[in-house]
């Protein structure tokens, strides 16, 4: 059309200077509280729709923020007496016009006052309202567009102006509503697929719905295959969009296996893939070649966003690859944690490459208990690797997690292991690339992964060439932070008696930090009732069985406490797990404390590590320190955190020993009892004179908290 532009010039053209009279004429009226004209006779027939917005007009100017505002107040009572005399005195209108614009004038003040109160709008944006109303009730009026207007102003105003039902019959209201729903769209561009669905069926000829959905498609495909499958306006939309992505996410969300298919959209849509392909993979028989293929395209995935071809559905993959990882693998060798013979407990890993038994212990970390990774997955994938070196493994799926997985190898006390099989220059620069980027990061979680790692490490050489690159970094905060601690524990590991701040703050646990408000340190131990559970209790009462030590018995719990009363030990009795007596009777033993409003200082974790969530639950946001007696326990610090933020944490980096778990509470409770503070340096020192043998050895990865320095990053950071 030749003269579209033209005439899309003309009709701006009339906006711009119908606003503008009206800008003007609203300025005019801050000058002078004189209308400078009467209102035409009303006629009785209108006289209570005038009555009505004199009332709503009183009630709007009684809000608070237009009370206050003398220049605001009298534009507002300006507008409002100009929009009512121009109604009554303007012959082209007819007596339903009038009535429909007195109506709209009043829906006006209703809408606005209804903004206000919300906080929708601020109180200069009222006079905008009225502007802008009156501009598009000007041209409606004469029989014109009044999009414009909509386009023009905010989404707040916009959404008054067609609340109050006035432009419905203008040729431009179909356009005006879509534009407000597409700046809502832009607006809030995570909430798009909500805001569409809110349109009803209005979304089916809405101008801008397909280029808004095929939008949402690329950017989060999970929200629009959900609601594709849906029998609503919107699911009919999403079907009807003629766009290869959208089609792909249509059709696979009206099948019934869908989800199975809709991890590989990605490979879908660009043709690497097909159904034929899928489906004979996704009977349950065929669960670890499904699995198998979700890796393989997993790590294609990878290279193509190295190469900067970011995967469309890359979350809808990863989500389906962790479920598949915990359903399949981890649950299952968790679960036979009691078996012995680990070719019965570790079978269904056998037919696994090193790159598949990689991504079960990275995604699974968080639920994997010790002996699964230790005892498992990290020998059979070394096994696996063949003559193959341990670094060409990362660069097989494309250092996908790599972080991740040496923390997981510095937790479990396996990162010297894994770097001696790789070249020392591999090693080296794996490691550096382990310490770049960190403030990057979405989160703090590889920041302390590194923290934690370094403190692991025992190869002086290794921890070196961390704090070099490291320090190139020094000026950035959080690099600044880790520098301190780090070179700390480098310090404090060459003299053994460090002086920095950072150490020495944790290096001691103040005896008056830990009194309840009966001047009375309270240990708290959560006992679990599987076949080691009796035999762990009846040790630690047996342990207390001496001078100075009383014991008080009840059904599901039992107290100890020194003479003295300095100390007191509560400890649930540990029932039958299968019932879960065991919990029943930690519930009893809660109830009593809070009865008597007691809380421990102190919590110890006395059960495996498939239990350690649970005791976790029930730390209170006021303890001073928690002992994980369970294999890996030092996994657990953030969360620990996150339910003491104060406190001090003694954990295993491996396994987990009861003989180690008793001594550490007998060395804790003893000094306490005696009235002093707890010394970490003084008792790691007892407890190595103390244990011999194998729990001498096991107890070197028991982490004390002067040197946990990855809960130092995350309480110092979070203080900054």
């Not at 409002?80 to 009535?99: C, H, M, P, Q, Y």
Request: proline residues 3%; hydrophobic residues 40%; glycine residues 4%.
């Amino acid at each position: 059309m030749k003269n579209k532009g033209n005439i899309l010039k003309a009709a701006y053209l009339q906006i711009t200077l119908l606003l503008c009279a009206v800008l003007c004429s609203l300025s005019l009226a801050a000058q002078t509280k004189d209308t400078s004209a009467t209102m035409p006779p009303i006629p009785t027939i209108r006289q209570l729709s005038h009555d009505y917005i004199i009332e709503n007009e009183k009630a709007l100017i009684g809000q608070p923020s237009i009370a206050q505002n003398a220049s605001v107040r009298s534009r507002l009572q300006f507008a409002v007496f100009e929009n009512r005399k121009w109604i009554e005195s303007n012959t082209a209108l007819g007596d339903n016009e009038k009535f429909k614009w007195l109506r709209g004038t009043n829906n006006l003040l209703f809408e606005v006052q209804t903004a206000l109160k919300l906080n929708k709008i601020k109180s200069e944006e009222v006079i905008t309202c009225f502007r802008a109303f009156t501009a598009a009730m000007y041209m409606s009026a004469k029989g014109l567009n009044m999009s414009a207007i909509i386009e023009n102003e905010n989404i707040a105003v916009g959404t008054i102006l067609l609340a109050t039902g006035s432009f419905t019959d203008n040729i431009g209201y179909a356009a005006a509503r879509d534009m407000l729903v597409l700046k809502k769209c832009q607006n809030n561009p995570v909430q798009i697929l909500q805001i569409l669905d809110n349109q009803g069926i209005q979304i089916s000829s809405n101008r801008y719905a397909d280029s808004l959905l095929i939008a949402a498609a690329f950017n989060n495909p999970e929200m629009v295959y959900n609601y594709a499958a849906a029998p609503t306006a919107l699911g009919k939309k999403i079907q009807s969009i003629n766009h290869p992505l959208v089609k792909w996410i249509g059709r696979l969300a009206y099948m019934k296996t869908g989800r199975y298919y809709f991890a590989f959209l990605d490979e879908l849509y660009i043709g690497k893939l097909s159904i034929d392909t899928i489906t004979p993979l996704i009977p349950e028989n065929q669960s670890e070649n499904y699995f198998k293929l979700l890796v393989h395209t997993r790590i294609e995935q990878i290279q193509r966003k190295k190469e900067g071809k970011a995967p469309v559905s890359e979350a809808a993959l990863l989500t389906k690859l962790k479920s598949l990882v915990m359903e399949l693998y981890v649950n299952d060798i968790n679960g036979l944690h009691q078996t012995e013979a680990a070719t019965i407990r570790f079978k269904k890993l056998n037919n696994l490459t090193p790159q598949e038994l990689y991504y079960i212990a990275v995604l699974g970390a968080n639920e994997l208990y010790t002996s699964s990774f230790v005892s498992g997955i990290y020998p059979l994938m070394i096994k696996k690797l063949g003559t193959q070196n341990t670094s060409e493994l990362i660069a097989q799926v494309h250092q996908d997690y790599f972080k991740k997985f040496i923390a997981i190898a510095a937790n479990y006390n396996t990162l010297q292991n894994f770097l001696s099989h790789m070249p020392t220059q591999a090693s080296n620069d794996l490691m550096r690339s382990f310490v770049r980027d960190l403030d990057n990061a979405p989160t703090i979680e590889d920041a302390v992964d590194v923290a934690d790692a370094f403190s692991s490490i025992t190869d002086t050489s290794i921890q070196n060439l961390l704090l070099t690159e490291i320090r190139k970094n020094k000026q950035r905060p959080l690099y600044a932070l880790l520098n301190d601690l780090c070179t700390a524990v480098l310090n404090d590991n060459q003299t053994n008696a460090s002086s920095h701040e950072l150490l020495n703050g944790v290096n001691i646990l103040g005896i008056n930090s830990l009194k309840t408000s009966q001047e009375q340190i309270v240990i708290r131990q959560y006992f679990y009732g599987d076949k080691d559970g009796p035999q762990i209790f009846n040790a630690f009462l047996n342990s207390f069985n001496k001078p100075g030590w009383k014991t008080n018995k009840q059904k599901y719990w039992t107290s100890v406490s020194s003479t003295n009363g300095r100390v007191c030990i509560y400890a649930n009795t540990p029932l039958d797990e299968k019932e879960e007596l065991d919990l029943k009777a930690q519930d009893s033993l809660t109830a009593f404390l809070t009865a008597g409003q007691i809380t421990p200082s102190i919590i110890v974790h006395r059960g495996h590590s498939y239990y350690a969530n649970h005791t976790i639950a029930g730390i209170d946001s006021t303890a001073k320190l928690v002992l994980l007696g369970s294999c890996g326990g030092y996994q657990k610090l953030a969360a620990v955190l996150n339910r003491a933020p104060e406190t001090q944490v003694i954990a295993s980096k491996q396994i987990g020993k009861g003989v180690i778990n008793a001594a550490l509470l007998s060395q804790i409770a003893e000094t306490l009892e005696k009235g002093k503070d707890l010394k970490w340096r003084d008792i790691w020192k007892q407890m190595n004179e103390q244990l011999k043998g194998a729990a001498k050895t096991s107890f070197q990865d028991y982490i004390p908290p002067y040197k946990n320095i990855g809960l130092m990053l995350l309480k110092t950071y979070r203080t900054q």
